[in-house]
């Protein structure tokens, strides 16, 4: 029960403090989850995105119920998505019932602004983290270049290069180890 | 019954939504063309409030769209319904995952996955910062590009760096302030 209870807890922080979508939780989920609770590492977080990009659902749910049920089973897997969820459920409604125009509030624009910036720094920190992880070789620079310069320039969806990325690891693997 | 329908507008969104938060707009757009809940203007301020509020900008989506529909009850029908197919496919997925873990093939997989994600978190994260950091506007020219740069974001973000580097502090710490620094120097302006 208290296992339950800190993942309930700990996700409702994570989701309770990440502005800005899924990529944006990564250096929260580095913090809360790798550093803090050890309840996975480094590299199963980044397995867990690759997965929660090519499955339905929003990604950050998809994490969530990875790591609850990674740690305690099925109800680790609701009380970690309970947990991510809830504190968006509490400051929609707010917002929804009292304050429509919150958006276009000057001071939220301001406010948002410095955010993002500081969203932006933490997001490449993290990067550098996955970098460590992710790219072990050459072949492993080329597709992280590929991906980012293809994620920018086409407009097509990640779905798109996390399958081919699959396929060039186990085709380059074929290769290398029919050598 | 408008609860259940809530529930299972939003399971499908959530069962066909590939990729993450935005890619439940085009099921928002086809909602607000199929049912009176709300009209396709309001999925754009949707759009503006989840991303100026925390949590993952789906899931703001349905509790959103659910509480403008039907109050509570409503959003909290949305929001389980946009949740429940993850939940569960992802317990599938976990499972096969486990026992197939230590296999050549996976292992290979995974060792072509990682660097892509890396690719794929680097450039959300530029696409979002890129904006605040240069601001253009009409065609795009050296001069343009440089009399865009925003010098107060430039600031922030290389103190940011050099602050996140050195003392590894909770991320929130930096969040909260930077929006103090936005409000007080109007970063907008």
Same mark, same amino acid.
């Given at each position: 029960?208290? @296992?339950?209870?800190?993942?309930?807890?700990?996700?409702?922080?994570? #989701? #309770?403090?990440?502005?800005?979508?899924?990529?944006?939780?990564?250096?929260?989920? /580095?913090?809360?989850?790798? @550093?803090?609770?050890?309840?996975?590492?480094?590299?199963?977080?980044?397995?867990?995105?690759?997965?929660? /990009?090519?499955?339905?659902?929003?990604?950050?749910?998809?994490?969530?119920?990875?790591?609850?049920?990674?740690?305690?089973?099925?109800?680790?897997?609701?009380?970690?998505?309970?947990?991510?969820?809830?504190?968006?459920?509490?400051?929609?409604? *707010?917002?929804?019932?009292?304050?429509?125009?919150?958006?276009?509030?000057?001071?939220?624009?301001?406010?948002?602004?410095?955010?993002?910036?500081?969203?932006?720094?933490?997001?490449?920190?993290?990067? /550098?983290?996955?970098?460590?992880? #992710?790219?072990?070789?050459?072949?492993?620079?080329?597709?992280?270049?590929? *991906?980012?310069? =293809?994620?920018?320039?086409?407009? *097509?969806?990640?779905?798109?290069?996390?399958? =081919?990325?699959?396929?060039?690891?186990?085709?380059?693997?074929?290769?290398? =180890?029919?050598? | 019954?408008?609860?259940?329908?809530?529930?299972?507008?939003?399971?499908?969104?959530? +069962?066909?939504?590939?990729?993450?938060?935005?890619?439940?707009?085009?099921? +928002?757009?086809?909602? $607000?063309?199929?049912?009176?809940?709300?009209? !396709?203007?309001?999925? %754009?301020?949707?759009?503006?409030?989840?991303?100026?509020?925390?949590?993952?900008?789906?899931?703001? %989506?349905?509790?959103?769209?659910?509480?403008?529909?039907?109050?509570? +009850?409503?959003?909290?029908?949305?929001?389980?319904?946009?949740?429940?197919? !993850?939940?569960?496919?992802?317990? %599938?997925?976990?499972?096969?995952?486990?026992?197939?873990?230590?296999?050549?093939?996976?292992?290979?997989?995974?060792?072509?996955?990682?660097?892509?994600?890396?690719?794929?978190?680097?450039?959300?994260?530029? !696409?979002?910062?890129?904006?605040?950091?240069?601001?253009?506007?009409?065609?795009?020219?050296? $001069?343009?590009?440089?009399?865009?740069?925003?010098?107060? $974001?430039?600031?922030?973000? $290389?103190?940011?760096?050099? +602050?996140?580097?050195?003392?590894?502090?909770?991320?929130?710490?930096?969040?909260?302030?930077?929006?103090?620094?936005?409000?007080?120097?109007?970063?907008?302006?």
């Amino acid at each position: 029960m208290k @296992e339950l209870l800190d993942l309930f807890l700990t996700f409702a922080r994570v #989701g #309770g403090l990440t502005f800005g979508g899924g990529y944006a939780m990564l250096p929260m989920l /580095q913090k809360e989850v790798v @550093e803090k609770r050890h309840w996975a590492t480094e590299e199963e977080i980044m397995d867990y995105y690759a997965i929660g /990009q090519c499955t339905p659902g929003i990604i950050a749910v998809n994490t969530a119920t990875f790591i609850g049920y990674k740690t305690r089973g099925v109800l680790g897997a609701i009380a970690a998505t309970a947990g991510m969820v809830f504190p968006s459920l509490v400051i929609i409604m *707010v917002i929804a019932a009292f304050l429509r125009n919150f958006a276009e509030l000057e001071i939220v624009k301001n406010a948002f602004a410095g955010i993002r910036i500081c969203v932006g720094v933490l997001v490449l920190n993290a990067v /550098q983290k996955l970098w460590k992880g #992710g790219v072990v070789d050459r072949a492993t620079l080329v597709i992280c270049i590929v *991906v980012f310069a =293809g994620m920018l320039i086409l407009d *097509v969806s990640p779905v798109v290069f996390v399958i =081919g990325a699959g396929l060039a690891g186990w085709l380059l693997k074929k290769a290398g =180890g029919a050598r | 019954m408008l609860y259940l329908r809530l529930f299972y507008e939003f399971f499908k969104a959530g +069962l066909f939504a590939v990729g993450g938060g935005l890619a439940t707009l085009p099921f +928002l757009y086809d909602m $607000a063309e199929k049912t009176s809940w709300f009209t !396709s203007d309001m999925v %754009m301020d949707m759009i503006a409030i989840s991303e100026s509020t925390p949590g993952p900008i789906g899931i703001n %989506m349905a509790t959103y769209a659910g509480f403008t529909t039907a109050g509570v +009850l409503g959003s909290i029908c949305a929001t389980v319904g946009l949740v429940f197919p !993850s939940v569960v496919i992802i317990i %599938m997925v976990y499972k096969i995952l486990e026992k197939f873990k230590g296999s050549q093939l996976v292992q290979s997989v995974f060792y072509g996955l990682r660097p892509a994600v890396t690719g794929l978190i680097a450039a959300a994260g530029f !696409s979002a910062v890129y904006p605040c950091i240069v601001r253009l506007s009409g065609t795009i020219t050296p $001069a343009a590009i440089l009399s865009g740069i925003q010098w107060k $974001a430039v600031l922030l973000f $290389a103190v940011l760096y050099f +602050l996140i580097k050195k003392y590894k502090k909770h991320p929130i710490v930096y969040i909260a302030a930077s929006a103090a620094i936005g409000i007080l120097f109007q970063f907008t302006a």
